[in-house]
């Protein structure tokens, strides 16, 4: 098992920055694909970023390339996503979750653990 938990959501203006956190505990961090995923109000689940193991590979949907920045501290076992020049689009819930393999990173019925979620919310 492995124990997810977000932190770091709030609300920014327009424009603005956030740093999210993902901590993890249980069974080997360093051992998961990461990644993260949102959820806007009456809209389904989206792939935001992945990582790969080691941190040396990462993946976006190309709404937040160029903004958005995911990376692991692995000795920390906690990932991250920074989040620059924030639009009211990127409202929502946003979760961590973990999969044992690589491939097929959009799906999230591929990932096995999640967290609870934190919410970002950006004001016009």
Do not use: H
Not at 97 to 106: D, I, M, Q
């Amino acid at each position: 098992q492995v124990q997810l938990v977000e932190s770091g959501g709030g609300l920014v203006q327009a424009g603005g920055s956030l740093r999210l956190s993902c901590a993890a505990s249980g069974r080997t961090f360093s051992g998961y694909t990461m990644a993260w995923f949102r959820q806007a109000p009456g809209k389904d689940r989206e792939f935001v970023a992945a990582i790969s193991l080691t941190g040396d590979m990462q993946y976006y949907t190309d709404s937040v390339k160029g903004r958005f920045a995911v990376s692991r501290d692995n000795a920390k076992n906690t990932m991250y996503l920074q989040m620059n020049s924030l639009k009211p689009e990127d409202t929502a819930v946003y979760y961590c979750a973990a999969k044992g393999t690589w491939g097929s990173l959009a799906r999230s019925q591929q990932y096995n653990y999640w967290g609870q979620g934190t919410q970002v919310t950006v004001s016009v």
